[in-house]
């Protein structure tokens, strides 16, 4: 086991942070002064090291470039009112990583290097959590293999790093979104669970077809009968229906399990729903839609936290909803941002000080 005195720490001798708006914030564009990386080489760990933020040099032979073996994850840090930094319930999104990991056959990170890695990053670059609204610091480790060699197998070197953007808020307008027949995002016995670069990647084309018919996103459906809904582009997806929050259930693994989709069930319960994870038909979705029941739908994530769903097309079928008049989903969205910036009580210990 590495101790956590082995992260070696090289800091810029100027701050950007002064070059840029931390009001008007593109997401993903803008990378604070540092950067964490490490290598996995011999089998262990190594060479841990948080750095000024810097471009790499690979090789064109680069492993991953070929096949693909590459993960990551996503995760916030907020400022409270007194300006005290805290992440996101992280310890979430490492065993998610950990899991990603050996789906793509690659080798776990300590708990040593993820954990104590980015909270010493965050803590030296804390000055880049925008204390405002709805606003965070995103957090993205990531791996990816790095032999330097395009033989067909497991790597047998890695690199683990650690990015940090300042972000601000993300998708704000009620989404338009298409359900897709045609291409799938993930199987049983696949890679859906995983939050590997490559479902991202297979996603786009799809994604693209939809939003060339003006929707925003697609809502995935199983590969086998184009039936049971999935997840809402790269969110995962509630719906309102009655007084039951019915989400797809995790038994195929050919959903991801987000760590916002887990947040918002347990605040959904402790609002009174009756919460139910299941295998959730499109015909379901419409009988009570048509009966008057289906009363919200959302996309939860990271990035955008509660996404409202306007409008859901199945084949020729419309459904539209007047997402001004929904209760339920804009509630759950303050709770969570509130419990984020220390405005709402963390009842459940998912805020970890920095
Ligand atoms: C990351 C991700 C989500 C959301 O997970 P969170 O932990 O809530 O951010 C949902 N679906 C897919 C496909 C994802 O990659």
Same mark, same amino acid.
């Given at each position: ?176 979104? /298409? ?13 859906? /669970? ?10 786009? /084309? ?149």
């Amino acid at each position: 086991m590495l101790a956590a005195t082995a992260i070696t720490m090289n800091k810029v001798e100027q701050s950007k942070l002064k070059n840029i708006n931390l009001q008007n914030l593109p997401f993903g564009k803008f990378f604070t002064d540092h950067m964490l990386e490490a290598d996995y080489e011999d089998g262990e760990w190594k060479n841990v090291e948080i750095k000024p933020y810097q471009p790499l040099l690979l090789s064109p032979s680069l492993a991953a470039l070929h096949y693909g073996q590459a993960i990551f994850e996503g995760i916030k840090a907020y400022k409270n009112e007194e300006g005290e930094a805290f992440i996101f319930r992280p310890h979430d999104n490492y065993e998610r990583f950990n899991i990603s990991a050996e789906r793509m056959a690659m080798p776990k990170v300590p708990e040593e290097i993820f954990m104590e890695g980015m909270r010493q990053l965050v803590e030296l670059d804390s000055a880049w959590i925008p204390q405002l609204p709805d606003h965070s610091l995103y957090i993205r480790p990531f791996m990816f293999s790095s032999d330097e060699m395009i033989g067909v197998r497991p790597s047998q070197n890695y690199k683990f790093l650690i990015l940090l953007s300042p972000t601000g808020p993300y998708y704000n307008a009620p989404m338009r979104i /298409y359900v897709e027949e045609q291409y799938v995002r993930a199987v049983p016995g696949g890679v859906g /669970y995983a939050k590997a670069a490559g479902n991202y990647g297979a996603a786009m /084309y799809a994604t693209a077809q939809a939003k060339q018919k003006g929707y925003d996103q697609v809502l995935w459906t199983d590969a086998f009968e184009h039936k049971y809904v999935q997840e809402a582009g790269t969110m995962n997806v509630i719906f309102i229906i009655g007084n039951k929050a019915i989400t797809p259930d995790l038994g195929a693994g050919t959903i991801l399990a987000g760590v916002t989709r887990n947040s918002a069930l347990t605040l959904l319960k402790e609002a009174g729903f009756t919460v139910e994870e299941r295998p959730l038909s499109i015909d379901e979705i419409i009988d009570a839609y048509k009966a008057g029941h289906l009363f919200e739908v959302f996309g939860t994530g990271t990035a955008a936290t509660i996404s409202l769903i306007k409008e859901l097309r199945y084949k020729d079928f419309v459904m539209t909803f007047d997402t001004d008049k929904w209760r339920t989903a804009p509630t759950i969205k303050s709770w969570l941002n509130d419990i984020r910036e220390g405005k709402r009580e963390d009842k459940y210990g998912w805020m970890v000080k920095v």
